[in-house]
């Protein structure tokens, strides 16, 4: 595939695919861009030309665009990359619409908010261009050109004493992941047993999206799942998603762990974001904590996980042939954060294995 891509806009709000056209236009990774108002003149637009990316709205008139999403994957998979907004109504379809093969989630622009812009811009771009890349199974990701600046976790929270922390009997496990992860954490998740070690998660997701995410994995999970809130106790049986534009950092106060729910700048990109939360395992856990990281483009926690690994945790990344995109674990394992390599269907019982003896 070219290093250039071409991009389709499918949104029935002209001033949607104005924004979205220019957010994507000062990409230079970006070849040609083609707007469409509804699916029905999408379809005649990819006639024309077959695009690299699909972006889409689901609320459009004459058809849907989970229904449209569903029609491209039965004839011609193409990446598809839906920009909703976030009305409660709408994260139910959002969610269907990653079961359906959808790449990733992104929030739709607000409009005339120049902060909320110029976060998006970076978010849109990156997820646009991983995409592309993204093998269409069932999970998908990879690595990204830096473009803006990017904030490290000292932006959040400081880095962690070098001393080792006195190991307890609990261990707590922290997992991070970004496109391709609301499946990965699915298979990860399911095989966990009711008493697994507790558990706190980052995925790169939009704010209001974890709540739905989070309720649909406790539906399908022997074990408790949740959305973190603030001052949440980390406990056995239960796995804390962090929350959708919060950043989430693990806590100790004796021996209870606890997460904070905090605002702050994107770090490595993201907010919620994985170095974040890595870095506070490091600095409030060491030899307790677990680490795994999973599928998801750049390099969002492996500057976090070689600081758990320097702090004593023993960590794990997902291998390439599952991952959907072979980026976070790929930036880890170059790190030398990374103590096992394993496909996705072999992690949990690693993680049960190593939080029951270290590792060891």
């Excluded at 190593?354 to 590792?359: E, K, T």
Aim: proline residues 5%; charged residues 25%.
């Amino acid at each position: 595939m070219s290093l250039r891509r071409k991009i389709l806009i499918v949104d029935d709000s002209a001033v949607v695919r104005q924004t979205m056209e220019g957010i994507l236009s000062g990409d230079p990774g970006v070849e040609s861009i083609t707007t469409a108002a509804d699916p029905i003149v999408a379809m005649d637009r990819m006639r024309a030309q077959r695009p690299d990316v699909i972006v889409l709205d689901i609320e459009m008139p004459r058809m849907d665009g989970i229904t449209f999403l569903r029609k491209i994957m039965d004839s011609d998979p193409i990446p598809v990359v839906i920009c909703s907004s976030l009305a409660a109504a709408g994260s139910e379809n959002a969610l269907k619409a990653l079961e359906y093969g959808a790449v990733e989630i992104i929030e739709k622009p607000k409009l005339g908010i120049k902060q909320f812009i110029e976060e998006s811009k970076i978010r849109i771009r990156d997820v646009v261009k991983a995409a592309s890349m993204a093998k269409l199974k069932k999970i998908r990701y990879a690595p990204i050109p830096q473009i803006e600046e990017k904030l490290t976790a000292d932006a959040v929270i400081e880095r962690p004493n070098p001393r080792i922390m006195i190991q307890t009997t609990e261990k707590v496990v922290l997992v991070g992941a970004s496109t391709g992860g609301t499946e990965a954490l699915r298979v990860f998740l399911e095989m966990m047993p009711p008493d697994a070690p507790g558990m706190v998660i980052v995925q790169h997701m939009p704010e209001h999206f974890t709540t739905e995410f989070a309720k649909r994995l406790n539906g399908l999970c022997r074990v408790t799942v949740k959305e973190a809130q603030d001052n949440d106790t980390v406990f056995r049986g239960q796995a804390l998603i962090a929350p959708g534009n919060r950043h989430t950092l693990l806590k100790r106060s004796g021996a209870r762990y606890h997460v904070e729910v905090k605002d702050g700048p994107l770090v490595s990109r993201h907010r919620p974001s994985v170095d974040v939360l890595f870095r506070s395992a490091a600095r409030y856990a060491g030899q307790n904590a677990v680490g795994v990281i999973m599928t998801g483009m750049g390099d969002d926690g492996a500057r976090g996980m070689r600081e758990m690994k320097d702090a004593g945790a023993y960590n794990i990344a997902q291998d390439e042939n599952s991952c959907v995109v072979y980026g976070m674990p790929q930036e880890a394992v170059k790190r030398g954060a990374v103590d096992k390599i394993l496909s996705l269907e072999n992690i949990a019982g690693m993680v049960l294995r190593a939080a029951g003896s270290n590792g060891q």
